[in-house]
């Protein structure tokens, strides 16, 4: 059986607050899912922030997140905000960025810590950092979830390109249980403000990798392409 992971009580309070003044009209539509006898991950989109907000408000279980490492330290974090978010997003004047930047990276990285993410690493030889931690929470019972489209700021129906460490993991953890990973799309109706859980996937092992990768990232492309 799926067990909670062990949120902190900031972000577990900040959550119950924020879902008290949500004006979502239905969590979720999906049957079975609040009684899933094995852990599984979630896969949904980002929608500009707008993805991970709606699922820690509304996804009937918990789950750890994937999230970018550098957030998940204060100086990182305090980086990337400053030169990338409100610099080149935001067009924030230096000054500006640098001080939205300090007020905001500690709180960003104590947040993401105690809702137990899972530190992601761009670009970096850590990757399998990430890999190996999720098996290991998913032997431990817990879920995982991971917001796949490369372009987090799409808004579109259309998903555009995915992330494909999902094939990775399905892999790994199949190694490590000898058991098929599944993968559960969670569609968005932002218009509706509904959330609905979609037909579970797994990675066809008998297949070569490439082919049943590419299997697996057209259903997720499908699936959360009903997203909107």
């Known amino acids: 059986m ?11 309070a900040l959550i119950a607050l924020l ?69 080149q997003r935001k067009r924030f004047p230096a000054p500006i960025a640098a001080l939205f930047a300090f007020l905001l990276c500690g709180p960003t990285a104590a947040l993401l810590k105690g809702l137990r993410c899972i530190p992601v690493h761009r670009m970096s030889k850590r990757v399998l950092e990430t890999i190996d931690c999720s098996v290991q929470a998913l032997q431990n019972g817990e879920n995982i979830m991971i917001l796949v489209d490369k372009d987090y700021r799409n808004t579109q129906r259309e998903v555009g390109e995915l ?39 797994t990675l066809d092992i008998e297949k070569p990798f490439a082919e049943g990768k590419a299997a697996l990232m057209r259903g997720l492309q499908a699936a959360l392409s009903q997203s909107y």
């Open 2 to 12: 799926a067990k909670l992971p062990g949120y902190a009580f900031f972000p577990r």
């Open 19 to 87: 879902r008290f003044f949500s004006c979502f009209r239905e969590r979720v539509r999906a049957e079975g899912v609040l009684f899933c006898a094995k852990p599984r991950v979630f896969v949904g989109r980002h929608f500009n922030n707008y993805g991970p907000v709606a699922m820690y408000l509304h996804m009937p279980v918990n789950f750890r997140l994937w999230a970018f490492g550098a957030f998940m330290q204060s100086k990182s974090c305090y980086r990337h905000l400053r030169e990338y978010t409100f610099t």
């Open 163 to 201: 992330y494909s460490g999902v094939a990775a993991l399905a892999r790994r953890y199949f190694r490590a249980t000898g058991e098929a990973l599944e993968f559960a799309p969670v569609i968005l109706s932002r218009a509706e403000h509904r959330l609905r859980i979609g037909e579970s996937l």
